[in-house]
């Protein structure tokens, strides 16, 4: 099967579902049976899931400590995640090494610990990423969350699990002229 096939018939595949096992961290899933659901997850002749999708949701994870490397024990593509479910943890960031994962499209983050609404500039990277969410966390209390997330992550098309909206957009452009001052340029003055 060419890699082509892969991620056209992967997306149909079950999740590789890891939710509400009481995981502290990310290496306990090599111990851990992830969940069954209705449909059996697929298999490589190595034995690693042909899913790409990942839940990890409703556990207690403070960090993605050793991500890559258990997910790549894992999964027969990990960089071809595209979902990632990490909601209801104790995650206090947005990890590093989600950013590296440029397939993913639908990140789940609410009913999390993050703090900073900054924390969303990593994710600007990401060229496929569609849906995300975030409530649940002490950044949704900043003023202008919304309109932030949405003038730093402007391909996104649902956000906690609302569409976003024509209005929605030009609301947030307008918040950004409004509210995030561009970067000056400095002009040197040459001595006469």
Not at 18 to 39: A, C, K, N, W
Not at 47 to 55: F, H, I, P, V
């Amino acid at each position: 099967m060419s890699k082509l096939d892969y991620t056209n018939t992967s997306v149909q595949e079950p999740p590789l579902d890891y939710s509400f096992r009481s995981i502290h961290i990310v290496q306990d899933l090599m111990s851990e049976e992830p969940r069954t659901g209705q449909r059996p997850l697929k298999h490589s002749k190595s034995g690693k899931s042909l899913t790409q999708s990942l839940w990890l949701n409703n556990n207690v994870l403070s960090d993605l400590k050793d991500f890559k490397q258990v997910a790549s024990q894992l999964l027969e593509h990990p960089e071809n995640l595209a979902w990632i479910d990490l909601s209801f943890n104790d995650l206090t960031s947005i990890d590093p090494v989600l950013t590296t994962l440029l397939n993913l499209s639908v990140l789940y983050l609410h009913g999390n610990s993050i703090q900073q609404l900054g924390e969303v500039n990593k994710l600007a990277v990401l060229p496929r990423l569609r849906s995300l969410t975030l409530h649940g966390n002490p950044m949704e209390e900043e003023k202008g969350y919304r309109q932030y997330v949405l003038c730093t992550l402007s391909r996104i098309t649902t956000f906690d699990f609302s569409g976003v909206t024509k209005a929605d957009r030009t609301t947030a452009e307008v918040w950004k002229r409004m509210n995030i001052k561009p970067k000056k340029t400095r002009i040197k003055h040459s001595a006469l």
